[in-house]
């Protein structure tokens, strides 16, 4: 059974950072691509980055310059540096997998698998 697992949110002042981490279990992910999404209340869930094996990474305009994804494929574990953390970043951040580079990186429903999210809050 596939798990994805994140870790590392929490409360944190305007203009600080947070490191998310996703670990990955239950198959190879060799050649997967790994994304980041946040829900905040009463919204849809949207694109923040992904990422894929070999290192290519794609982010939403709203956090470039802001977040870095990365990965350690031996660790089967991707990672989410955010600095320069605002309040409208404020949401439940989901880690997610797909087993392909083709089209729809930044969209919901081209990913198979599914961690079960960490609150990230940043106070004003």
């Known amino acids: 059974q596939v798990q994805l697992v994140e870790s590392g949110g929490g409360l944190v002042q305007a203009g600080g950072s947070l490191r998310l981490s996703c670990a990955a279990s239950g198959r190879t992910f060799s050649g997967y691509v790994m994304g980041w999404f946040r829900q905040a209340p009463g919204k849809g869930r949207e694109f923040v980055a992904a990422?894929?094996?070999?290192?290519?990474?794609v982010y939403a305009d709203s956090v470039k310059g802001r977040f870095t994804i990365s990965r350690d494929n031996a660790k089967n574990t991707v990672y989410l540096q955010m600095s320069s953390l605002k309040p409208e970043d404020t949401a439940v951040y989901y880690c997610?997998?797909?087993?392909?580079?083709?089209?729809?990186?930044?969209?919901?429903?081209?990913?198979?698998?599914w961690g079960q999210g960490t609150q990230v809050t940043v106070s004003s």
């Open positions: 997610a997998a797909r087993p392909s580079v083709a089209a729809g990186l930044r969209k919901v429903d081209q990913y198979n698998y």
């Open positions: 990422i894929s094996w070999s290192g290519g990474s």
